[in-house]
């Protein structure tokens, strides 16, 4: 089975601070993407990376940057974290949907 | 007019029953369709997609696709507690690729 890991189930940072979102896959896949989940809202794609060093924006890239270094690890980063970026962060990696294989969240309160 | 609309629910059945969960759709550039559950505290899981029209079965689980009435729909039989969960339809095509809000299941014993 795929294992998708996402380092942090629970982060609380503070309004202004620069946040990183780790994400590591075990199967080579080569797509990679970042979904953030709010009730009511669905999943909504941030940004996704088709290969190394390659990223393309998703739904709502705004206030997110991504960094693809090495095919297995897809990091998210909140340049300035903002309290409406309080939400529910997954990461997920396939071959070909957008994401067949989900890591577990990481639940991020901005205060 | 929402790309994909689903209900939130909550539903709620008996252990034993058959649950019917179901998503509708504008876009008729949609190819794929899929389904994930999702429990709490965890991501989403894909349980199973189909692509283009028809029925498509696995154990207990059926999805059926008419993309005549752009209607999804996802059956489960001899539901158990164990299926108590989030299920999220997605679908995709064009480019485009959507989730639906998902649909909170509980299976009482």
């Known amino acids: 089975d795929v294992k998708v890991t996402q380092s942090s189930r629970y982060l609380v940072k503070r309004t202004g601070e620069k946040v990183f979102l780790e994400c590591v896959q075990d199967?080579?896949?080569?797509?990679m993407f970042w979904y953030r989940q709010d009730p009511g809202l669905g999943l909504r794609l941030i940004y996704f990376?088709?290969?190394?060093?390659?990223?393309e924006k998703g739904d709502i890239p705004e206030g997110y940057s991504v960094s693809r270094e090495k095919k297995e690890r897809f990091s998210l980063i909140l340049e300035s974290a903002s309290t409406n970026q309080t939400s529910m962060y997954l990461c997920?990696?396939?071959?070909?949907?957008?994401?067949?294989?989900f890591g577990s969240g990481t639940r991020l309160t901005v205060v | 007019q929402k790309e994909v609309e689903q209900d939130p629910g909550p539903l709620s059945v008996p252990e034993g029953a058959i649950v019917s969960l179901n998503c509708t759709y504008s876009?008729?550039?949609?190819?794929?369709f899929m389904w994930y559950r999702q429990y709490s505290r965890k991501g989403p899981e894909l349980l199973m997609y189909?692509?283009?029209?028809g029925n498509k079965e696995d154990g207990r689980f059926t999805a059926q696709v008419d993309k005549s009435s752009k209607y999804i729909s996802l059956f489960i039989r001899d539901s158990q507690p164990s299926d108590s969960a989030t299920y999220l339809c997605?679908?995709?095509?064009?480019?485009?690729?959507?989730f639906g809000t998902g649909t909170s299941l509980t299976v009482i014993p």
């Open positions: 876009n008729s550039a949609f190819q794929y």
């Open positions: 189909t692509y283009s029209s």
């Open positions: 199967m080579d896949h080569e797509n």
């Open positions: 990376s088709y290969d190394v060093k390659m990223k």
């Open positions: 997920a990696s396939s071959f070909e949907l957008r994401g067949d294989s």
């Open positions: 997605a679908m995709w095509g064009g480019n485009q690729f959507y």
